[in-house]
């Protein structure tokens, strides 16, 4: 089956600075990617996605990265603020039907 | 959120006994899923459904059943509960389930097996 590996599982950033999550997949037929934010015993909520036709896409503060070739994604975020403190979450498509999560990056911003 | 609600929210219950997880949608969404959230295991797919009366195993499938027989119902059982099935559970619904569909999530449900 899909597996998806997700770098790093915790991630500690000076606020104001950037944070980096990296998400490796393994079934070449994937082609939807999208990134969860889980604040602490809140539902993970879609915060940004791309497709496998696309390069790079931002918004805002958030942008993503997708190499097909390499078979990996990352999650960039500039200018971190207190409220990113939050457990990240990356997926990728497996099959048509399912997706495939990452184990996710719990990312602390420190004042 | 997407119209979404899962209940209970929270259920403690003894190992052995059954368990029904209800989600319940409004947006009319054809696909359903159930997730299983772990400390250091992300989400992992238990079932879902690509229709009324259609089901299919994710990748944790062993121990649970699952029954759609409404569109916006999609019902998780635990047989017989386990200490491991101790979790919180989410469901979470999309449009067409086809490439490129995003997936929305329920508030989840708290669940602990003693």
């Known amino acids: 089956g899909e597996n998806v590996e997700q770098h790093p599982s915790t991630l500690s950033v000076q606020e104001g600075d950037s944070a980096v999550i990296k998400c490796t997949y393994s079934?070449?037929?994937?082609?939807?990617f999208p990134w969860y934010k889980q604040e602490l015993g809140k539902r993970p909520q879609l915060i940004i996605d791309i497709r496998s036709n696309v390069g790079e896409k931002k918004d805002q503060r958030i942008a993503v990265t997708l190499n097909k070739t390499a078979k990996h994604f990352s999650l960039h975020i500039t200018e971190t603020q207190p409220e990113d403190s939050a457990v990240y979450f990356c997926?990728?498509?497996?099959?048509?039907?399912?997706?495939?999560f990452g184990t996710g990056t719990r990312l602390t911003i420190i004042p | 959120d997407a119209g979404i609600t899962q209940s209970p929210r929270h259920k403690v219950t003894e190992t052995g006994t059954p368990v029904t997880l209800r989600c319940h949608q409004t947006?009319?969404?054809?696909?359903m899923y159930w997730y299983r959230q772990d400390p250091g295991h992300g989400l992992r797919l238990i079932h879902y459904?690509?229709?009324?009366?259609?089901?299919d195993k994710g990748e944790v499938s062993d121990g649970y059943s699952v029954s759609r027989s409404k569109t916006e119902d999609f019902l998780l059982t635990l047989e017989s509960a386990t200490s491991s099935q101790t979790s919180v559970y989410f469901c979470?619904?999309?449009?067409?389930?086809?490439?490129?569909?995003?997936?929305?999530f329920g508030p989840g449900t708290r669940l602990l097996v003693l």
């Open positions: 979470a619904i999309s449009e067409s389930g086809g490439n490129q569909e995003t997936q929305y």
């Open positions: 997926a990728a498509t497996f099959g048509n039907e399912k997706l495939t």
């Open positions: 079934d070449s037929a994937s082609n939807y």
């Open positions: 947006e009319n969404h054809r696909y």
């Open positions: 459904s690509y229709g009324v009366k259609d089901t």
